[in-house]
C-alpha cells in the first residue's frame, strides 16, 4: 500500500479496529463468483534494468494503455478492466512490477531497488522497449504513485492519468514528519518491514501477510480463494522480499537508493504538479491510508475530475469494480 507525501498526509481512517478486523479476516466468508480466466503466460522484453512479464491486448495500432499494479497485488488486478478496454479498440500493456511475476532483473548484482524513481523509469523503459511514444497511464496503490511520476515528469509520454487515490508522489524527507497516533497505527506494516524481525516475518509468511491486507485494505470485498491463490503465484518471485523490505524501508530514509535516481527523486521532492487531463478515483470502502481529495485536487493544473465509487470498493479499485475504472479510462481522454 502506498503512503502520499507529508503534506497530504491527512488521511481518512476507518472506525473499524485491527483486532476487529484481524477477527473478520478469520473467519471471514468467501464469494462463490468464479474467477475470471488468466491472462496468457506473459510475454518477456528487455527494458532498462529488468526483464518485464507483461501481457497485451487489443489492436497493435490502437491508442496506448499502461495499466499499473500496487503491492500487494499483481497483473491480474486488471484481469476484467483489459479486456473492456480491449474490446474499445486500446492497446493494453500490463506489465509486473519489479519484484513480482515474471519480472526479473537482468543482472545478478542490480540493487533490489523499490524506491518510485526506479519503478516509473521501469514504466518509461517499458514504453521505449515497445515502441509506445504515448500512452494513458492508470494504477492504484505503487501503481498510481508509478503513473503519476510519469505523468509528472514525463508528460509528453501521457496522454492522460487514471489515479486511485489521487497524488502520492512524496519524498524521504516528507516522509520522515511524524504522523498523529491513529495514523501512524494504519501504517503497522511500514514499522515491522523496518525490523530484521519484519524481514524474516514477511519472507517466511508472505501469503498469509499479503492476505491480511487486501483483507484490511478492501473490508468489503469477499474475494475467494482462488482469486487470491492466482495473484499469490507472483509473490513467489525472487526478488519480491527485497523489493517490498527496500520500497519501505527507501520511503523512511533507512535505506539509500541508487545515485543514478538522485536528479529524479530532487525533483520528485518538490512535488511537481501534473498537467495532463487526469481522473482521481477512491472506493467508499478503501481500508488502506489515503488523503481526501481536497488535499490533493490542486497538484491537479490539467483537465481534472474525480470519482468515488459506491457499493463497498475498497483499495484494489480496478479489481473490485473494473467497470467503473475502465469507464474512467475511456472518459480521461475526452476531458
Known amino acids: 500500500m502506498s503512503p502520499p507525501d507529508a503534506p497530504h498526509r491527512r488521511y481518512v481512517l476507518g472506525a473499524t479496529s ?25 510475454k518477456q522484453i528487455d527494458a532498462g534494468d529488468l526483464i518485464i512479464g507483461y501481457v497485451e491486448m487489443g489492436p497493435k495500432a ?18 476484467e478492466v483489459a479486456p473492456r478496454l480491449a474490446s474499445a479498440g486500446y492497446r493494453v500493456i500490463v506489465p509486473h512490477l519489479r519484484g513480482h511475476g515474471s519480472t526479473r532483473f537482468r543482472s545478478t548484482q542490480a540493487p533490489r531497488n523499490g524506491q518510485q524513481a526506479a519503478l516509473a523509469m521501469d514504466g518509461v523503459a ?48 516528507a516522509n520522515m514528519a511524524p504522523l498523529p497516533p491513529a495514523a501512524e497505527f494504519q501504517w503497522w506494516y511500514q514499522f515491522y518491514f523496518a525490523t530484521e524481525r519484519g524481514r524474516a ?26 482469486t487470491f491463490a492466482r495473484t499469490a503465484k507472483s509473490f513467489a518471485n525472487p526478488d519480491h522480499v527485497d523489493i517490498v523490505i527496500h520500497n519501505y524501508r527507501w520511503r523512511l530514509g ?8 538522485d536528479a529524479l527523486e530532487a525533483k520528485l521532492a518538490a512535488g511537481p ?14 481500508g488502506a491510508p489515503h488523503p481526501p ?43
Open 254 to 261: 533507512l535505506a539509500e537508493g541508487e545515485s543514478k535516481y
Open 18 to 42: 485491527l483486532a476487529f478486523a484481524l477477527a473478520a479476516f478469520a473467519g471471514r466468508a468467501r464469494a462463490a463468483t468464479p474467477v475470471p480466466a488468466a491472462f496468457d503466460a506473459p
Open 62 to 79: 490502437g491508442p496506448a494503455v499502461l495499466l499499473l499494479h500496487g503491492w500487494p497485488y499483481d497483473m491480474h488486478a486488471f484481469a
Open 201 to 226: 516475518g514477511y519472507a517466511a509468511n508472505t501469503e498469509a501477510f499479503n492476505r491480511l491486507i487486501w483483507t484490511l485494505a478492501s473490508p468489503k470485498w469477499a474475494f475467494d480463494d482462488a
Open 126 to 173: 517499458l514504453l521505449d522497449a515497445l515502441g509506445v511514444s504515448k500512452t494513458i497511464v492508470a494504477g492504484f496503490d505503487w501503481g498510481a504513485r508509478t503513473a503519476d511520476i510519469m505523468a509528472a515528469l514525463w508528460p509528453e509520454r501521457c496522454q492522460a492519468l487514471v489515479s486511485v487515490s489521487g497524488y502520492l508522489v512524496g519524498s524521504q524527507q
Open 293 to 335: 481529495p481536497s488535499a490533493y485536487a490542486g497538484k491537479f493544473k490539467g483537465p481534472y475530475a474525480h470519482r468515488l465509487i459506491t457499493g463497498g470498493v475498497g483499495h484494489n479499485l480496478p479489481q473490485e469494480a473494473p467497470d467503473a475504472f475502465a469507464q474512467a479510462v475511456l472518459d480521461v481522454a475526452k476531458l
Open 273 to 286: 504538479p501534473i498537467t495532463v487531463p487526469t481522473i482521481t478515483m477512491e472506493g467508499d470502502a478503501n
